[in-house]
């Protein structure tokens, strides 16, 4: 059993900022790729960013700049900090992680957690 946690997520004003960590727990051997994705009210699910186990890094136009991502391979943790949020940013954000178990490789998400930003 695989499960991905996100935490961090709240109200915050346009400018402020937030970080968002995921942790991957369970029967783990080994995992390749995570990454953030969200998903605004009324639209499609997109890619926030995301990084492999060699820490090469993809994030979505809108998003560079502003926010950066990480993760920590010991503690199969992988962080978003979001800085100069904007309104437009207000979306669930959810993690997920590309995992191989004893069994099996598959993709993973998270429950989501809720990212506000007021005007």
């Known amino acids: 059993q695989v499960q991905l946690v996100e935490s961090g997520g709240g109200l915050v004003q346009a400018g402020g900022s937030l970080r968002l960590s995921c942790v991957a727990s369970?029967?783990?051997?080994?995992?390749?790729?995570m990454g953030w994705y969200r998903q605004a009210s009324g639209k499609q699910r997109e890619l926030v960013a995301r990084?492999?186990?060699?820490?090469?890094?993809t994030y979505a136009d809108s998003m560079k700049g502003r926010f950066t991502i990480s993760r920590d391979n010991t503690k199969n943790t992988v962080y978003l900090q979001m800085n100069s949020l904007k309104p437009e940013d207000t979306a669930v954000y959810y993690c997920?992680?590309?995992?191989?178990?004893?069994?099996?490789?598959?993709?993973?998400w998270g429950q989501g957690t809720q990212v506000t930003v007021s005007s």
């Open positions: 990084v492999t186990s060699t820490h090469n890094i």
């Open positions: 369970g029967s783990i051997s080994s995992i390749l790729t």
């Open positions: 997920n992680a590309d995992i191989i178990t004893a069994l099996t490789l598959r993709g993973y």
